[in-house]
């Protein structure tokens, strides 16, 4: 089977987000089982440094970009996955990120960007560059419009499949796109790509794919409702034969207590009690008070309200209170950094606050901290809830996508049946949130059951293995 992974990022060459750590888990898990999967992403100068790329194709011409662009192709690093690179230094080559400069603003010609990396896709899946994928599978806005192309395109030949990540971002833009990547005009309609006037990426992708996938169940069903659907609920719902979602997994050699080398002391389900040498280190590391009976609770988020920032800030100062450390690693809205920022400068050994990425300290909280935080208004999956449990630090998450799906509340019955994981809490309300915090609080005093919980979701498959088996069988099913 062959398949196109069309994507805007991938670890270990270039991450924002979540899609990054897809991009690279499940291609590979997909190889394990057999499929000839290959990526195709842009040209940044983050993955032509990283990769050892060989030019196979160049001066190919796509409207409306006025410069050739050449296709390059490598292996990713470390892995047998092929990759095609688009070389094109105008759109790519750029201090910044791949959305964004370097104020955090969205970069002006994100419109040509992304319509160019749908246009490769799509010649890949009609003329046959250098590979002839079966299916295209495309991930997120930023490659909704190859299944618009691969339509209107008479030599196509592939199927398409359109995986979201976060429908929250949707890559609004003006009409004239409609006719500068020369798609017909019947394409701009509310049958097609027209969003309330303007072209929607991502309702491309939705509209004209043979199929979409979301990351996890709970989410496939949240986003045909108005509160997670942004507005194209109404197109989801009448898509819903053609909707599945699939849990993510995460990547058990990179994020796995016992082999782990970026933490302190390793350990596994029996080697339980070193866990709480990595807490030290940690409290060490960021200068927090040192305490056997002080819980850290840490989170690693983009500080947006989508990841529930809003609702942590009014109550921290009651954590504090309550008896807790917090230990912060992200970047995001400027007013909820500096917010952050004086809470710990007024709390200096009980509050550390990281601004920005670093992936050692990621790995160092997860496995230092006693409790992670995930008070998420909305998470289509989540995967730091997952390595939580897998490194026996235990989540505290809202009901919500892949939250619901992945943790087990930590209720009387549940702590009873050995089940429980989590503590899980319902409503978008900060006290709400403070009290399911102080519930935590009072359960971690209780050492035998906190070592159940964390035995329960240590003991956890959260591998791809199992996801891996889905999409293949989805595949089937598309091409059938």
Same mark, same amino acid.
């Given at each position: 089977?062959?398949?196109?992974?069309?994507?805007?990022?991938?670890?270990?060459?270039?991450?924002?987000?979540?899609?990054?750590?897809?991009?690279?888990?499940?291609?590979?898990?997909? @190889?394990?089982?057999?499929?000839?999967?290959?990526?195709? +992403?842009?040209?940044?100068?983050?993955?032509?440094?990283?990769?050892?790329?060989?030019?196979?194709?160049?001066?190919?011409?796509?409207?409306?970009?006025?410069?050739?662009?050449?296709?390059?192709?490598?292996? /990713?690093?470390?892995?047998?996955?092929?990759?095609?690179?688009?070389?094109? $230094?105008?759109? %790519?080559?750029?201090?910044?990120?791949?959305?964004?400069?370097?104020?955090?603003?969205?970069? &002006?010609? !994100?419109?040509?960007?992304?319509?160019?990396?749908?246009?490769?896709?799509?010649?890949?899946?009609?003329?046959?560059?250098?590979?002839?994928?079966?299916?295209?599978?495309?991930?997120?806005?930023?490659?909704? +419009?190859?299944?618009?192309?691969?339509?209107?395109?008479?030599?196509?030949?592939? @199927?398409?499949?359109?995986?979201?990540?976060?429908?929250?971002?949707?890559?609004?833009?003006?009409?004239?796109?409609?006719?500068?990547?020369?798609?017909? $005009?019947?394409?701009?309609?509310?049958?097609?790509?027209? %969003?309330?006037?303007?072209?929607?990426?991502?309702?491309?992708?939705?509209?004209?794919?043979?199929?979409?996938?979301?990351?996890?169940?709970?989410?496939?069903?949240?986003?045909?409702?108005?509160?997670?659907?942004?507005?194209?609920?109404?197109?989801?719902?009448?898509?819903?034969?053609?909707?599945?979602?699939?849990?993510?997994?995460?990547?058990?050699?990179?994020?796995?207590?016992?082999?782990?080398?970026?933490?302190?002391?390793? %350990?596994?389900?029996?080697?339980?009690?070193?866990?709480? @040498?990595?807490?030290?280190?940690?409290?060490?590391?960021?200068?927090?008070?040192?305490?056997?009976?002080? $819980?850290?609770?840490?989170?690693?988020?983009?500080?947006?309200?989508?990841?529930?920032?809003?609702?942590?800030?009014?109550?921290?100062?009651?954590?504090?209170?309550?008896?807790?450390?917090?230990?912060?690693?992200?970047?995001?809205?400027?007013?909820?950094?500096?917010?952050?920022?004086?809470?710990?400068?007024?709390?200096?050994?009980?509050?550390?606050?990281?601004?920005?990425?670093?992936?050692?300290?990621?790995?160092?909280?997860?496995?230092?901290?006693?409790?992670?935080? /995930?008070? &998420?208004? *909305?998470? $289509?999956?989540?995967?730091?809830?997952?390595? &939580?449990?897998?490194?026996?630090?235990?989540?505290?998450?809202?009901?919500?996508?892949?939250?619901?799906?992945?943790?087990?509340?930590?209720?009387?019955? !549940?702590?009873?049946?050995?089940?429980?994981?989590?503590?899980?809490?319902?409503?978008?309300?900060?006290?709400?949130?403070?009290?399911?915090?102080? @519930?935590?609080?009072?359960?971690?005093?209780?050492?035998?059951?906190?070592?159940? +919980?964390?035995?329960?979701?240590?003991?956890?498959? *959260?591998?791809?293995?199992? &996801?891996?088996?889905?999409?293949?069988?989805?595949?089937?099913?598309?091409?059938?």
């Amino acid at each position: 089977m062959r398949i196109l992974f069309v994507t805007s990022e991938a670890y270990p060459l270039i991450k924002t987000g979540g899609l990054g750590d897809i991009s690279y888990t499940l291609p590979n898990a997909l @190889r394990q089982l057999g499929v000839d999967i290959r990526l195709l +992403l842009p040209g940044y100068p983050a993955v032509l440094e990283q990769l050892s790329l060989i030019e196979v194709h160049e001066n190919i011409r796509l409207p409306p970009l006025q410069e050739p662009i050449r296709i390059l192709t490598g292996i /990713m690093p470390g892995e047998i996955t092929p990759v095609y690179v688009i070389e094109c $230094p105008s759109l %790519y080559e750029r201090d910044g990120g791949p959305y964004q400069d370097s104020n955090g603003k969205d970069w &002006s010609d !994100n419109a040509l960007r992304f319509g160019i990396l749908s246009q490769v896709a799509a010649l890949f899946g009609s003329h046959h560059l250098l590979f002839k994928p079966q299916i295209v599978h495309c991930n997120d806005w930023q490659t909704g +419009l190859v299944p618009a192309f691969l339509t209107f395109n008479p030599n196509q030949s592939a @199927r398409t499949m359109m995986s979201i990540h976060n429908m929250a971002y949707q890559g609004i833009f003006p009409p004239e796109v409609v006719e500068s990547f020369g798609l017909p $005009p019947e394409s701009f309609s509310i049958s097609g790509l027209e %969003y309330y006037g303007k072209v929607s990426f991502i309702k491309a992708g939705l509209y004209y794919s043979d199929w979409i996938t979301t990351v996890s169940p709970t989410y496939a069903k949240n986003i045909q409702t108005p509160t997670y659907g942004c507005g194209l609920e109404g197109l989801l719902t009448i898509r819903q034969a053609q909707l599945t979602g699939i849990l993510n997994g995460i990547d058990t050699e990179v994020w796995n207590p016992d082999t782990d080398p970026l933490i302190n002391h390793n %350990y596994n389900t029996k080697s339980l009690l070193l866990k709480s @040498r990595n807490t030290q280190e940690l409290r060490k590391k960021l200068g927090l008070t040192s305490s056997t009976q002080t $819980p850290v609770i840490g989170m690693i988020a983009r500080l947006i309200e989508q990841k529930g920032i809003d609702l942590v800030l009014p109550i921290i100062p009651d954590m504090m209170k309550s008896g807790a450390q917090l230990v912060v690693l992200g970047s995001g809205d400027k007013k909820f950094e500096e917010a952050l920022q004086q809470l710990a400068k007024y709390y200096p050994q009980q509050i550390s606050v990281t601004i920005g990425y670093n992936e050692e300290l990621a790995h160092q909280i997860e496995a230092g901290a006693n409790m992670f935080l /995930m008070p &998420s208004k *909305f998470e $289509p999956c989540g995967l730091n809830q997952m390595y &939580s449990m897998y490194y026996g630090t235990i989540p505290i998450v809202r009901r919500t996508g892949g939250l619901a799906d992945t943790v087990i509340d930590a209720t009387p019955n !549940n702590i009873q049946a050995k089940i429980a994981t989590g503590f899980i809490f319902e409503k978008e309300n900060a006290d709400e949130l403070l009290f399911c915090i102080r @519930r935590a609080l009072r359960t971690f005093r209780d050492k035998t059951t906190w070592r159940q +919980l964390q035995m329960t979701g240590m003991n956890r498959d *959260f591998s791809w293995q199992e &996801s891996a088996k889905q999409y293949v069988s989805l595949y089937h099913s598309i091409l059938n």
